[in-house]
């Protein structure tokens, strides 16, 4: 089935240390989105691409960066994670045309020790 | 920036009973989306509402939209432990895209 697919499923790294998560769809949507979600809470847009366009919200730190090699990957890369990273990171993608629904993937949760 | 108020926070339920949640947007909505959680996973989409006054049915689910566009809500009829979960509004103020969401209704249906 066509779906959305992040990897790891759980990630653990150490204070300071960099760490990537990915994401890869099936469904060969224009626009992908990352998602920070807190214990607890809804979950935050950290940025998002339009085919290759890359859009960063205003509020998401310079600690968090992303790729999209091609359509089907995308990458979030945190360059030196803190205690306050650890969250669920929610992979998301959505077709060009307006007033589509967005797919989700399974998440990543991550843990700084 | 939308903001999007959820109520309840949470909801003890006893199996069977009807429930409704309730999402509250400070400005107009462009599309307003339901989507459930379960804990420590992924977004699963219900339902889209686009139109004042729209309804839409799946199962035992229920979402309507009210004319103005400000305020939605999720009704489950004879709840099932299946139902538990945590739900999340989610709107979007242009024509893609871009959800925001609210903090989430987390509902636990007792057997």
């Known amino acids: 089935d066509a779906m959305v697919i992040q990897n790891p499923r759980y990630q653990v790294t150490q204070f300071g240390k960099p760490v990537t998560l990915s994401c890869s769809q099936t469904?060969?949507?224009?626009?992908m989105y990352w998602y920070q979600q807190k214990s607890s809470q809804a979950p935050k847009l950290l940025f998002h691409?339009?085919?290759?366009?890359?859009?960063n919200e205003a509020d998401t730190p310079d600690n968090f960066q992303s790729r999209r090699p091609n359509t089907s990957f995308c990458f979030l890369d945190i360059r030196s994670p803190g205690l306050g990273d650890a969250a669920m990171y929610l992979c998301?993608?959505?077709?060009?045309?307006?007033?589509?629904?967005?797919?989700f993937g399974s998440g990543t949760q991550l843990s700084v020790l | 920036s939308q903001e999007l108020e959820q109520s309840p926070q949470s909801l003890i339920v006893q199996e069977g009973k009807n429930l409704t949640i309730n999402c509250t947007s400070s400005?107009?909505?462009?599309?307003l989306y339901w989507y459930k959680q379960k804990y420590g996973e992924g977004l699963i989409f219900l339902m889209m509402?686009?139109?004042?006054?729209e309804e839409k049915s799946h199962e035992k689910i229920t979402a309507k939209l009210d004319e103005k566009k400000q305020q939605s809500s999720l009704h489950i009829t004879a709840s099932q432990p299946s139902h538990a979960g945590i739900y999340l509004c989610?709107?979007?103020?242009?024509?893609?895209?871009?959800?925001?969401f609210g903090q989430g209704t987390i509902l636990t249906v007792h057997p």
């Open positions: 998301a993608t959505s077709g060009r045309q307006g007033n589509e629904k967005l797919f």
């Open positions: 469904l060969n949507h224009n626009v």
């Open positions: 691409y339009y085919d290759k366009d890359f859009n």
């Open positions: 400005k107009t909505l462009y599309g």
């Open positions: 509402l686009q139109k004042g006054g």
């Open positions: 989610g709107a979007t103020g242009t024509s893609y895209g871009k959800l925001t």
